[in-house]
């Protein structure tokens, strides 16, 4: 059976470091930049608690990456309520109060490896704040394909295709 979340997974095998936004955004980018150069046959699946963190540089990345034969999978809350996307784009809307909602995961899965930054935000963000770069994590980073693997699996597989099934009413 799957662990609670990716960071629960990954975190049981070794002692998490802490570190703000700012810190971790590089190794994600990283993470991300070597789903790109291992496409088509790469999955990147990230977690990253809420839709509005899913802008800008981000998005694109995650836009050209399902171009490219990347299957990307993002979670977090209100992600239906997103802009539509390539198909290989899959959004996967989460509860504002499971642990997703406090995680900010990116796990690659490549035919010849894995890499998976699994972070969890130890304090609360600012209500109203405008830089979210100093908000702290709680972090692990590993390269063991097996412990990637397990750690997607505790990941919602129900999911919706942005682009194809963007605007359609939800259900009451």
Known sequence: MPDASPFVS????????TSTKRALL????????RALASAPQAQLWVSLQHV?????????LHEDMARAGVEVHVYGVGVRDGRPGPVLLRG???????LLAQEWDVLLVTPDGALGLAARQVDPAPVGAEDDMGRRFEWVLSEDRADVVYATASLPGEDFVIGRDFGVPRPA
Do not use: K, V, W, Y
């Open 10 to 17: 990954l975190s049981r095998h070794q002692e998490p470091r």
């Open 92 to 98: 996967h809307d989460i509860s504002e109060f499971g």
């Open 26 to 33: 590089s190794l994600s980018r990283s993470i991300e930049a």
């Open 52 to 60: 509005r963190f899913h802008t800008g540089l981000t998005r694109r």
